[in-house]
């Protein structure tokens, strides 16, 4: 039997909060992924601090206290699941929200899935598809083993 390789993915900030602070309904095919190795999430440095600095605001602390956690714990998952990557060169295509320039320039280079809910990356979709990047809203699985992601 041939060993399928890990799909890429790069998630952004709200749907690493989905899934370890707000534990959305919509994210446990993704987190058994990450936990089954099927995906191999890429991040740099600047997402795991833009993780960080999230993690204080007023509502997030509140939310993480109300599920017995503190910014460690998510801090803690990002380390064991994301792979650090260097910060990657900047796309030829440019996101409305800045903020967001860096997961669309790093799925660029990896012509990977970038998994995001934000509108101004969604609304970049087509355009990225042309380069072998896949902007999805939800996981639902991977490509090539049956299963898909919706939009």
Known sequence: MT??????IVLDTNIVLDIWVYLDPATPDLLEALTSQRVDWVATQAMRD?????????????RMQKGG???EDVLAQFDRFARLVPVADKAHFVCKDLDDQKFIDLACVYSCWLVSKDKA????????ARIGVSVVSRFAGLVGLGARANG
């Not at 060993?3 to 890429?8: D, G, K, S």
């Open 121 to 128: 990356v969604l609304t970049m979709r087509n355009r990225l």
């Open 69 to 71: 956690l503190v910014a």
């Open 50 to 62: 833009e993780l960080a600095r999230v993690l204080t605001y007023p509502h997030i602390v509140a």
């Open 3 to 8: 060993e399928v390789a890990p799909q890429t």
